[in-house]
């Protein structure tokens, strides 16, 4: 027979305890917060700080454990408590519409920025007044997918843990490097120390994306500056960065989403870094 759900209510300490993770004041106290569904869960469950494990804590229903068995023994390898849960209690902890019958506690992850910059980044998304965490996840996963080795979310930025954020990121979050808070004009000046080249990505960019490839300019260590989706970088942001860039229109849409356009920059970065004569070979990863 299958194993009965041990947490049936709602108002069960350990369920209220999480389901304030969902509140940022909470989180920054407990230094804790939410990854919902499978593919965050399992990132958590293999993801380490300082050699300690980031999940603490998995709330599953009893048809998920079945469903992801493999996910809740390598919860237990981690050291997480698991706690088989009624429906009714995953979806007072859940964030979203239609949960999938997992919800992990995991540890903040954050890296200092001088961490970041002591590892040399050759790419870099530094988000700078982005508000929408849908918007910060998905940029933080494209990020990821581009072979970036950092992100740093200054201190005008959504909070990385926002349950929203976590989700978009679809487990990118738990990938690389991610310093939080930190001003734009420190993140700026540091990396510029490091000898990381700043472009600010901008519809409105003096710059064209399409020429500085074709002059050979991006092959260097770079740092892309996103920022927000209505209102774009300030006047101040644009001027700290060594060149402001726009993704060229082609065609008759009016622009490109925050994502999109931080996925076309950033692949372009990789591209030209692993061309013939770029910061990285070829045959590296």
Excluded at 163 to 186: I, M, N, Q, T, Y
Aim: charged share 25%.
């Amino acid at each position: 027979m299958p194993a009965a759900p041990e947490l049936i209510s709602p108002r069960s300490p350990r369920v209220a305890a999480a389901r304030r993770l969902a509140r940022r004041n909470f989180r920054g106290k407990e230094r804790l917060f939410l990854a919902e569904g499978p593919q965050a869960v399992r990132e958590a469950a293999a993801h380490r700080v300082d050699g300690a494990a980031t999940l603490v804590e998995l709330f599953a229903t009893v048809e998920a454990a079945e469903r992801y068995a493999d996910i809740v023994v390598d919860a237990r390898a981690a050291g997480a408590r698991v706690h088989l849960a009624d429906e009714e209690v995953i979806a007072d902890i859940s964030t979203t519409v239609t949960p999938q019958g997992l919800v992990g506690i995991c540890r903040f992850l954050d890296t200092p920025f001088e961490e970041i910059l002591a590892a040399r980044p050759k790419l870099v998304a530094v988000l700078a007044h982005v508000r929408d965490p849908g918007n910060a996840g998905t940029v933080l996963r494209c990020a990821d997918a581009a072979g970036a080795e950092a992100v740093v979310l200054t201190d005008a930025s959504v909070d990385l843990y926002n349950p929203k954020a976590v989700r978009a990121s679809v487990g990118s979050l738990f990938h690389l490097p991610v310093a939080v808070g930190v001003p734009v004009e420190a993140a700026v000046r540091g990396l510029k120390d490091a000898g990381v080249r700043i472009l600010a990505a901008d519809g409105a960019g003096e710059d064209d994306l399409d020429d500085e490839l074709d002059k050979g300019t991006m092959g260097g260590p770079t740092a892309w500056v996103f920022g927000n989706e209505a209102w774009g970088l300030p006047e101040e942001t644009r001027a700290l960065a060594d060149a402001v860039v726009r993704v060229p229109i082609h065609g008759k849409a009016e622009s490109l989403n925050l994502a999109t356009a931080a996925a076309v920059c950033l692949y372009a970065s990789a591209r030209a870094q692993r061309a013939s004569g770029g910061c990285r070979s070829v045959t590296d990863s």
